[in-house]
């Protein structure tokens, strides 16, 4: 069965200081991993995705995420954290090899940057 | 370019009514998923839709239902509403052939169930 494990609810860092969000999963086969971001009463918004490739994946808003096979992680990271950066994110995995969108999403992780 | 819209915004059934749920997915875009999201959770997935028959299901009851209409656009229904099916419900959409691009998503619809 796919599942994702995201360990912190909550993770506090300064602006302008590096932040890391941590994700685990699990799954049968190929991972197709991503990264969303939920404001306040809004749907979730695309960061970025890992299909295949380079370990080391960039997206939106100057965030990235690295993909640890060995590790079953895919951290989501950003080199200088923003107080707009506020908000809370969803990692989430798809098997490759089932077809289909059924895609399985962390509990999610609260940023806080503080100004 | 309208992304995907979802109507109504807000909704409040008591226990034991019924619910109909509506979305329009991005233009160019023919499979359309249902997402639960309970109150500081992660969503949850409902069920997948793609020419117009459910293709995907996820662990919930046959009280949810949906259906694709011929332009792409959903409904998700709720038989004897329950408190726990309070939530905001996500559409989500995609297309088909194009497997590992992501899904996106509306901005929900909040349902409280008194």
């Known amino acids: 069965a796919q599942s994702v494990a995201q360990p912190e609810d909550q993770v506090n860092v300064a602006e302008g200081n590096p932040l890391t969000v941590k994700c685990t999963y699990s799954?049968?086969?190929?991972?197709?991993l991503f990264w969303y971001v939920q404001y306040p009463n809004r749907g979730l918004q695309f960061l970025l995705k890992?299909?295949?490739?380079?370990?080391l994946v960039k997206g939106s808003y100057g965030f990235e995420a690295e993909f640890n096979k060995s590790q079953t992680s895919f951290h989501l990271k950003k080199p200088s954290a923003l107080v707009s950066d506020s908000a809370l994110y969803f990692c989430?995995?798809?098997?490759?090899?089932?077809?289909?969108?059924?895609?399985?999403f962390g509990a999610g992780t609260r940023l806080f940057v503080k100004a | 370019d309208a992304g995907v819209t979802q109507s109504p915004t807000h909704l409040i059934k008591t226990r034991g009514q019924q619910v109909t749920l509506r979305c329009s997915p991005k233009?160019?875009?023919?499979?359309v998923s249902w997402y639960q999201q309970a109150l500081g959770q992660g969503p949850q997935f409902i069920f997948q839709?793609?020419?117009?028959?459910?293709?995907q299901r996820g662990n919930f009851p046959d009280r949810f239902s949906g259906h694709q209409f011929p332009n792409y656009s959903s409904e998700l229904n709720v038989n004897a509403l329950l408190l726990g099916d309070s939530a905001l419900y996500l559409c989500?959409?995609?297309?088909?052939?194009?497997?590992?691009?992501?899904?996106?998503f509306g901005p929900g619809t909040r349902l409280t169930v008194l």
């Open positions: 989500a959409s995609s297309w088909r052939l194009a497997g590992t691009n992501e899904q996106f």
């Open positions: 799954v049968s086969g190929n991972p197709y």
């Open positions: 890992y299909i295949t490739g380079d370990n």
């Open positions: 989430a995995v798809r098997a490759s090899n089932t077809g289909g969108f059924k895609t399985i």
């Open positions: 233009s160019g875009h023919d499979t």
């Open positions: 839709y793609y020419e117009e028959e459910e293709r």
